[in-house]
Every structure is written in structure tokens, then in C-alpha cells.
């Protein structure tokens, strides 16, 4: 099982739709989460910070879940510039921080 | 600031040949990474350099080595490239620390896009 796990989608959504990715992680002790968005042939970039009380920045809302291990992004009011891959990223600490990246979901918005 | 910058941005290189990816950083952090990009499967990290002086392997390291010159640079060496190899490669660099989410965050370079045929 990979430690940091995302639906790879590909997911087409029309402008202005709302769209939502999850990931999930193995271990327990992860105590840092975040999104990164990459787009085509570029390199990834942090999109926000992710909190157990959750937090919104804009159309984005990330959340997490500590007892089920998940992560989520919600994006509100797709725009066409939204078109990117989503990287879930989370950091451990055993016995030395170890940041993982999930493969990334690609979103593609359509006109 | 130029941020993190990786040269050459593009490379073929055939069985058995050498290279060196070099990365440097301007934003004076102390740790540096080499992942590599595969369709599939994510980042995937070959070595760290947790500060000046110091490097250790990461998840994938067999077929490389590394080298932090100083605090700015830090080199990933290919001594006899293999198809295998042929992938995109990112040089990050972050200030990691306890307790500050921000501090986290990495920063990456633009890329190194290799091919070994």
C-alpha cells in the first residue's frame, strides 16, 4: 500500500462547477498535510496548508481528517486556469522528518 | 530572487554515459532534496541534504550520488546512465524546523528532463 494515496482521475469539469479530490495516508503519525499544484511540465508549488479545523483560501477549501487519514480540496467555481494536477503532500516525524507526495490528481476544467 | 535554478533543463544521454544535475538556491535554506517525476507515481526522493556537510539517500537512490558543495549547491551525479533513469528531475530546497507549518513548505526548481536511450 503506497503511503500517500490519491484517485489519479483524470477529472473533466465544466467552468464554474465544484470539484473535490481526496487522499489518503497510512500513517498515523503524520502530523502535516498539504496541497501542491503542478501544471503541465512545471514544477509543483504549494497551494495551501491543511488543518484539523479546516481552512478556506477563496474558492479553495482544504480539510482533514485525522481519525479516518484522509485529506480533502474542495474547489469552488472551477475557472479554466484551475486546470493543473493536485499533489497531496504529507510529513511524518519517525525518527526524522520524511515528507511524501502522492502521484497527484489532474483536473481538467472545459469551457 | 531567482529561487531555486537547475541546470540543463534538457538532457539525452546514452547507456552507460555520465552527468552531472546541478542546483543551486538563493533564499539561504539549509535543507536541499533531489526527487525524480514518473507518470504514476509521484515524487520520489533520491537523496537529501539535511544542511551543509551532510547527505543521505532517500527513497530511490541506488544509481546516484550526490554532493552538497556548500550551502547554495547541490549536485546530482548520474556515473553510468541507464534507460531506467530517463525521468523528470527536481532539486527543492526548504528551511524544515519543528512547529512552523510554513517552514515546511519546499521549493522547487524547474526541472531536469532526461532521457537514456
Known amino acids: 500500500r503506497k503511503e500517500v494515496e490519491q484517485d489519479p482521475g483524470p477529472f473533466n469539469v465544466p467552468e464554474g462547477a465544484t470539484v473535490a479530490f481526496n487522499c489518503t495516508y497510512s500513517n498515523s503519525a503524520s502530523q502535516s498535510f498539504f496541497w501542491y499544484r503542478q501544471d503541465c511540465r512545471k514544477e509543483p508549488k504549494l497551494l495551501m496548508s491543511?488543518?484539523?479545523s479546516g481552512n478556506e483560501d477563496g474558492r479553495f477549501t482544504a480539510q482533514l481528517n485525522r481519525a479516518s487519514q484522509y485529506i480533502s480540496l474542495l474547489i469552488r467555481d472551477s475557472k479554466l486556469s484551475d486546470s493543473a494536477t493536485y499533489l497531496c503532500?504529507?510529513?511524518?516525524?519517525?525518527?526524522?522528518?520524511?515528507?511524501?507526495f502522492g502521484a497527484g490528481t489532474r483536473l481538467f476544467v472545459k469551457a | 530572487n531567482a529561487g531555486v535554478t537547475q541546470t540543463p533543463k534538457f538532457q539525452v544521454l546514452k547507456t552507460g554515459q555520465s552527468m552531472t544535475l546541478q542546483c543551486a538556491q538563493d533564499?539561504?535554506?539549509?535543507?536541499m532534496y533531489w526527487y525524480r517525476q514518473d507518470p504514476g507515481m509521484g515524487l520520489r526522493l533520491i537523496y537529501y541534504?539535511?544542511?551543509?556537510?551532510?547527505?543521505d539517500k532517500g527513497e530511490v537512490p541506488n544509481g546516484y550520488n550526490v554532493s552538497r558543495l556548500n550551502k547554495r549547491e547541490f549536485s546530482l551525479r548520474l556515473e553510468s546512465a541507464a534507460p531506467s533513469q530517463t525521468s523528470v528531475y527536481f532539486c527543492?530546497?526548504?528551511?524544515?524546523?519543528?512547529?512552523?507549518?510554513?517552514?515546511?513548505?519546499?521549493?522547487f526548481g524547474p526541472g531536469t528532463r532526461l532521457t537514456v536511450t
Open positions: 533564499m539561504n535554506h539549509n535543507s
Open positions: 503532500v504529507v510529513i511524518t516525524n519517525t525518527g526524522g522528518f520524511k515528507t511524501i
Open positions: 541534504s539535511a544542511s551543509e556537510g551532510t547527505t
Open positions: 491543511v488543518y484539523s
Open positions: 527543492a530546497s526548504n528551511v524544515p524546523s519543528g512547529g512552523l507549518h510554513s517552514s515546511y513548505e519546499q521549493y
